[in-house]
Each structure stands twice: as structure tokens, then as C-alpha cells.
Nanobody, 125 residues
């Protein structure tokens, strides 16, 4: 079975840091790229970062550039999202997802085939 297990969320004060992990199983890790999405209450799910597990190329959205970093450990089938300088507006449920679609679609949620269950990130002011 394909599984993506997201973890690492929690409650943190503004300016703090969290590291999210996405452990994947059930498919060939380096044949996919992994995206991190977030969804705040009443808002659409938005792609914020993605990484191609074969080449290592990454995308970071403008809203988190300079604060968030995506990385991978192919030996552990795990993708990380390091989140620094967190702001209250970063509060959301964060999801990881896997796709074999062309890289240019890495921010598009509808192009992802598999999703994790989400992890809540709450940033207090």
C-alpha cells in the first residue's frame, strides 16, 4: 500500500521553528516528486514547496522563501520541510503528497496522486 506519513507539526510561538517530516512507502521514491501543501481554515489548499527526489531540484513559494527549506533523504524515503521564523499566518494543516507528473506542475494539487494525512501547525502571536 502507498503511504505518506506526515509528522512534526505542533504549537509554536511566532519566530520559532518546526521541522516536518514525510515518510513515504509503497512506491519508488526517486520516481516521484514530493510536494508540501498547506490549508488554512476556509482557504484553498496551496502548494508551498516541492522537491524532485531524483534530481534534487526544489521549488519554494514566495510566501515562505527565505524561511522554509525542503530537503530529502533518499535512504530513509523521507522528505523534510524545515520551517524557521514562523508567523501566525503560517498556521494551517500541512500535507505532503507525491506525484509523477511533469515537474512544472509541482505546485498543482490536482496533479498529485498520493496524499498524507496532514499535520497541524499552529503559530501563536
Amino acid at each position: 500500500d502507498v503511504q505518506l506519513q506526515a509528522s512534526g507539526g505542533g504549537l509554536v510561538q511566532a519566530g520559532g521553528s518546526l521541522r516536518l517530516s514525510c515518510v513515504v512507502s509503497g512506491f519508488t521514491f526517486d520516481e516521484h516528486h514530493i510536494g508540501w501543501f498547506r490549508q488554512a481554515p476556509g482557504k484553498e489548499r496551496k502548494g508551498i514547496s516541492c522537491i524532485d527526489n531524483s534530481s534534487g531540484i526544489t521549488y519554494i513559494g514566495d510566501s515562505v522563501a527565505g524561511r522554509f527549506t525542503i530537503s530529502r533523504d533518499n535512504a530513509k524515503n523521507t522528505v523534510y520541510l524545515q520551517m524557521n521564523s514562523l508567523k501566525p499566518e503560517d498556521t494551517a494543516v500541512y500535507y505532503c503528497a507525491a506525484s509523477k507528473a511533469p515537474w512544472r506542475y509541482c505546485r498543482i494539487a490536482s496533479r498529485y496522486d498520493y496524499w498524507g494525512q496532514g499535520t497541524q501547525v499552529t503559530v501563536s502571536s
